[in-house]
């Protein structure tokens, strides 16, 4: 009874509720695709060094 | 003791932390998904109406933001007593992330506030005492950057963040030593209908798997910065 599945009628409310998720979402998913790519990153570049020393030291 | 020294070599931490991730990945995704559905789905509060859609990303976020605190505490207290060789590293990869959580705290609580309260902001103990978080936050980060001496800034960061821990319980307790709009603690006292109860800590779950992944993966890339560092040096010798 209780129970209203998936119900996005925020009413006078939303005006608060969406901009609040919004940043949430908007924060959350920023530092994941920056923490990620900063990885990739990192890795290449370690790849690269090794890879140039290599050659350098056979 | 000993367990977290056998992962302290950044050989072994890399190994353990590969193989957590995934599992750490997954777990975030289900918990804020159920989390989400059941938060969409709970019925209005019958004080709050919808607004309590507010509660389960705000208290997630305001709990990470003391949680990662609370690590990089830890951390701070691993370096400067047992010379820990990673901690300095994990507490410095794991700042942003809490100044983010505290950032989203204060938004969100914030947007809150406005519906239920009336206003924005207010300065009470609890809001103010959060706000100085993230200034303590902002400072420890200013602090890393601004020595370049790697050791000197360690040590540095590392007393700054102890001594900012003390913040933490004045947080925690605000909302019973002094009379505050924010209401008090309503989990651990049962005072929540299970309705809202089990999104919320699906959420807060949600929220500490997102942390623990974003932690170790930004380690993980401070290692491999590191090793390039050590490379560039060897080679310009």
């Known amino acids: 009874m209780n129970f209203d599945p998936l119900n996005f009628d925020m009413g006078i409310y939303a005006v608060y509720i969406w901009p609040a998720y919004g940043v949430s979402v908007l924060v959350l998913g920023g530092i994941t ?3 990620l790519l900063a990885w990739r990153r990192a890795k290449a570049r370690l790849a690269a060094l090794e890879a140039g020393r290599e050659t350098r030291q056979p | 003791m000993n367990f977290l020294f056998r992962y302290a070599n950044p050989h072994h931490f890399m190994r353990l932390s590969g193989a957590v991730l995934p599992f750490t990945a997954i ?3 289900l918990c804020l998904g159920a989390g989400l559905y059941l938060g969409f789905s709970a019925p209005p509060d019958y004080q709050q109406g919808r607004t309590v859609l507010l509660m389960f990303i705000h208290v997630p976020a305001a709990t990470m933001a003391m949680s990662v605190y609370g690590a990089i505490t830890l951390c701070s207290l691993l370096s400067l007593v047992w010379r820990h060789p990673l901690s300095d590293t994990a507490a410095r990869a794991a ?3 809490g100044a983010l959580f505290t950032v989203l705290g204060l938004i969100t609580g914030s947007l809150w506030g406005k519906p239920m309260w009336g206003t924005y902001w207010v300065w009470d103990a609890r ?3 959060f706000l100085l978080l993230l200034f303590v936050y902002i400072g420890y980060m ?8 790697e050791i000197r800034a360690a040590r ?4 700054l963040a102890l001594v900012g821990a003390v913040n933490i319980p004045i947080i925690k307790f605000s909302v019973e030593w002094w009379s505050t709009l924010h209401q008090g603690e309503s989990i651990v006292s049962g005072k929540m209908a299970p309705v809202f109860l089990a ?6 779950a949600g929220y500490a798997f997102l942390f623990g992944t974003l932690w170790m993966i930004r380690i993980r890339t401070a290692i491999l910065e590191r090793r ?3 490379l560039m040096q060897a080679g310009a010798r």
């Open chain 1, 33 to 35: 695709l920056w923490t």
């Open chain 2, 27 to 29: 777990a975030t995704l």
């Open chain 2, 95 to 97: 700042a942003p992330l």
């Open chain 2, 127 to 129: 809001l103010t005492s």
């Open chain 2, 142 to 149: 200013a602090l890393w950057s601004a020595i370049e001496d």
């Open chain 2, 156 to 159: 540095a960061a590392a007393i």
């Open chain 2, 199 to 204: 999104p919320l800590l699906l959420m807060m």
């Open chain 2, 228 to 230: 390039a560092r050590n």
